[in-house]
């Protein structure tokens, strides 16, 4: 589950519609169906004035053999870090938390272990993977998270029985228990459920129509959406996966949402429709992922592309879903969704290879 400021305003969402016939991004989206055996794929693509085009390949159902509904609603995974940190980065320009304070402020005693103490760690570590603590997910049984719920610090039990991964500051390194003690400080100081921050500050705010944060027990999908899948072994068959408890991912990735709103939530953003300049630029502060070409700030994740510059995003994956996809600083958006986590390790970067093609083309 785990990649220029302007006055604030905001646009109604533009009418998604299917592409009138193949080109680069809808060849792309095939090759992933036919050639890496995803079961579906759905892209949304959108234009600096706004302008959006939706794109499937596959199949949504493939015990029906249904078709994949356009600009269906997908599992985003690690996208839902991203709208912690915005969440967090406003409260930071409202003065109820400091970038630069140690965990141990908001949540006094509660991150010990080897190696480990919240007095040491910062917002900003947590926010940027810098913190070294060690990641809960590696301690999960993927496919008992069909039925499984849990609470919050119950995950964060799970990751101090770990020792730390490094000392905190030392250097990046991607941890899903970095936004879970985000979502617990956004909790304290606001006394309110981090879900229904994010509705308020981020969903309603930009009228994401097709975005939500499931609430406990919800272990649906609501809207017209594809199935998810996974394969366990990765060479076994087909799981359906779709219907499951997504506590496990929490702050760091519970929600729901479609392309298009992706694509406008990572736009609103870049447009600094969310967050005053000091806290945008806060968040475009990066440091180097090693061996990727990517870089991390806080909450979000800069990529290069083939074409020249970066683009802005995150990505994210949890079973049944793999989203990838961002914007570029000119205001083209694309996110790109399958209907699996690939099992092989080759299969990822051509689903990035499509979002390049989309950015560049």
Wanted: charged letters at 20%; hydrophobic letters at 35%; proline letters at 7%.
């Amino acid at each position: 589950m785990a990649v220029a400021a302007v006055t604030a305003g905001v646009l109604a969402p533009p009418a998604a519609t299917a592409a009138p016939g193949p080109d680069t991004i809808q060849r792309g989206l095939n090759a992933l169906v036919r050639t890496d055996g995803l079961p579906a794929a759905l892209a949304s693509v959108r234009s600096p004035d706004g302008r959006t085009r939706s794109y499937t390949a596959g199949v949504g159902d493939v015990a029906t053999g249904a078709k994949v509904p356009v600009d269906g609603q997908i599992r985003i995974g690690s996208n839902t870090k991203t709208f912690t940190a915005v969440v967090v980065l406003q409260l930071v320009a409202e003065g109820r938390i400091g970038l630069d304070t140690d965990v141990d402020t908001y949540l006094p005693g509660v991150v010990r272990g080897e190696g480990i103490d919240g007095r040491g760690i910062t917002v900003r570590r947590l926010l940027q993977h810098t913190s070294g603590l060690p990641d809960y997910e590696q301690d999960l049984d993927e496919p008992g998270l069909r039925h499984r719920y849990y609470e919050p610090r119950e995950l964060l039990d799970i990751a101090l029985r770990h020792k730390a991964d490094r000392a905190p500051g030392q250097a990046f390194g991607y941890s899903s228990t970095n936004y879970l003690l985000a979502g617990l400080i956004v909790q304290r100081v606001t006394g309110r459920p981090l879900a229904e921050e994010i509705d308020r500050r981020v969903v309603q705010r930009l009228g994401l129509r097709h975005t939500s944060f499931p609430a406990p027990g919800d272990r649906t999908i609501r809207e017209p959406h594809p199935h998810g899948y996974r394969k366990d072994p990765a060479g076994g068959p087909l799981q359906d996966f779709t219907e499951m408890d997504p506590s496990a991912g929490w702050a760091a990735g519970q929600m729901i949402s479609t392309n298009s709103d992706l694509n406008r939530f990572f736009t609103a953003l870049l447009k600094g429709d969310l967050l005053a300049r000091p806290q945008l630029d806060q968040m475009l502060t990066t440091v180097d992922i090693p061996g990727t070409g990517a870089r991390a700030g806080l909450g979000i994740i800069s990529r290069p592309l083939t074409c020249g510059g970066v683009y802005w995003g995150h990505g994210g994956d949890i079973p049944g879903y793999e989203t990838r996809g961002g914007v570029t600083e000119d205001g083209r958006a694309v996110n790109v969704a399958v209907t699996m986590v690939p099992p092989y390790d080759a299969v990822t970067p051509h689903v990035e290879s499509v979002v390049d093609r989309a950015l560049c083309g």
